[in-house]
């Protein structure tokens, strides 16, 4: 199965512009699983629910529509960061479009920096995706989310051999956590960044790049740097994932004892 990760500066609040780049590489990346930035058909930095309500759009809106169409089209699996309008809640989502299929939408579990001034905690908690044309689980968590193990433990926990993780990044702390996750989960991880700068009053916040796939055992397969627009694409074995075992006695699965992990609030006299 061939995966890949897009990295580019998003435009920011012009989804139109945003749409036709998604679109188009959608139309001729030759993989089987494209993994998108987060909100990269809005770019990331607002402050306020007035910013996020005008851009925001639910799955079945114009933009989304466009970029689920090509999906489908093009018989490509495609897991892109948006801004969602779900009633009077407003997400930091991403859709996860699978051709034939209705698209399913992961809403970001947990808001970052300003994010709380204009998104809704998401709802949907974490789910993996079968796709059974592929052979693979596909699991999908947001930026943030990479900062809390029950994250990628959750969906590794539901199967998911490959985890995509739409991302913004503005801190360097991930570099050593990202494929602490793979490893500890001996999972694929799919990390889609974004490059450039937002600007919003007096305030810049700037992307670090360096998107990256990570193997199940926490192994750079392939990255780009932390300023260019690229592509990188790789080739994965998913069932490679399921032999959770590291020698012939131990499980990383199985040794589990969750009986054990409740937290004690007070010590026994």
Known sequence: ????????????????TNTVRIVNEIRTTQADVLVFP??????????????TRRLAEPV?????????????????????GFAERAGEAIHNSAVIAVPGER???????????????????GDTGFFAVTLPHLDCTLGTMICYDWRFPESARALALQGADVIACPSNLVTHVWRMAMPVRALENKVYL??????????NGDETLSFNGDSVIYDCNGNVMASAD??????????????ATRDK??????????DRTPAHY???TQRPA
Not at 60 to 80: N, R, S, Y
């Open 1 to 16: 199965m061939k995966l890949s990760v897009h990295q580019w500066c998003p435009a920011y609040a012009d989804p139109d």
């Open 38 to 51: 987060e909100l990269c058909t809005t770019g990331y930095f607002f402050v306020s629910r007035d910013e």
């Open 60 to 80: 079945d809106g114009p933009h989304l529509g466009e970029i689920t169409k090509a999906a489908d089209e093009h018989g490509k699996v495609v897991v892109c």
């Open 103 to 121: 698209p399913r939408v992961y809403r970001k579990t947990h808001l970052f920096y300003k994010e709380t001034l204009c998104f809704d905690p």
């Open 190 to 199: 799919a990390v889609a960044n974004r490059t450039g700068s937002d600007t």
């Open 226 to 239: 932390a300023t260019n627009d690229a592509i990188v694409i790789v080739d994965v074995d998913p069932a």
């Open 245 to 254: 075992s590291f020698n012939p006695i131990n499980d990383i699965f199985r």
């Open 262 to 264: 409740t937290v004690i």
